[in-house]
């Protein structure tokens, strides 16, 4: 009874303490503006920046000019709440997503993301061993993507709102040769929550291709739908497991697809 008791007491300390570590960690993640930044308030997003202003300067004018195309694709005809927050380090902008342990956790290729409709974003002034100058600022579009997709679908899932951001943005055309060195995601895989794990299946590489595939298949109204919905029954009559399939089909012939689109232009 007694040994009951005192593991019950240890128990419950190393579980109180693990809750103050969370907790702690998580304490940058409370207030995206960081002391002193300043503001930049354009007619389709505002724009936050600590000390590297001409790079601010910079994302702002291409964010501000490029958005309005970005929302009326996905359907909105004014302004919305879509704020961008420039942090001159990479590791400041981590840590505003994953707290203290961000910086820690060796991910050099990460330089945005968003938290609703809170865009956050390396300077591209310090872009890091990964990405270049250019780079970074154009993944500001992609965040601002995904922040006009938060406000369709709040709970989007992951592979959806990845392929919409990288369709509308920065995906790239695969050539041959890399397509068909890749190994490509099972449904389950497609399913995840896990931006590590959606990297590691190649999902950059890849996500649009599905968006595009859905787009030139039953057209672009009914993708809107499904980011709203995520109900494949009720948008095109078919599980989502059949278009999973749909999509691979549509993958592995992606070379005749290319061929075909480049003959068309
Ligand atoms: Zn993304």
Redesign the pocket.
């Known amino acids: 009874m007694k040994k009951t008791k005192v593991l019950f007491k240890v128990l419950l300390g190393v579980i109180v303490l693990l809750l103050v570590f969370v907790i702690i960690n998580f304490i940058p993640t409370w207030n995206l503006k960081t002391k002193g930044m300043r503001r930049l308030e354009g007619n389709w997003v505002d724009v936050y920046y600590e000390s590297e202003i001409a790079a601010a300067k910079d994302i702002f004018q291409l964010a501000d000019t490029r958005a309005k195309d970005l929302a009326d694709r996905l359907g909105f005809t004014e302004k919305q709440n879509i704020n961008i927050y420039i942090y001159d380090n990479q590791s400041t902008m981590q840590m505003k997503k994953y707290g203290f342990i961000g910086p820690l956790l060796g991910l050099d290729w990460y330089i945005g993301d968003n938290i609703g409709t809170n865009v956050i974003l390396t300077s591209p002034a310090n872009p890091g061993k990964v990405h270049n100058y250019d780079s970074i600022k154009n993944a500001v579009l992609?965040?601002m993507v995904?922040g006009y997709a938060s406000i369709l679908n709040p709970k989007i899932q992951l592979w959806l709102?990845?392929g919409l951001?990288?369709y509308l943005s920065n995906g790239e055309v695969l050539n041959s040769k890399y397509k068909n060195s890749m190994h490509l995601p099972s449904y389950t895989d497609i399913q995840t929550r896990n931006p590590i794990k959606f990297s590691n299946m190649g999902g950059y590489s890849l996500a649009h291709t599905y968006i595009e595939y859905i787009c030139v298949t039953y057209g672009w109204d009914k993708v809107l739908e499904l980011i709203k919905s995520e109900n494949y029954e009720k948008v095109f009559g078919i599980s989502g497991e059949e278009m999973y399939s749909g999509w691979i089909n549509y993958f592995e012939n992606y070379d005749k697809y290319i061929e075909l689109s480049t003959i068309n232009i």
């Open positions: 992609h965040e995904h709102t990845e951001a990288l």
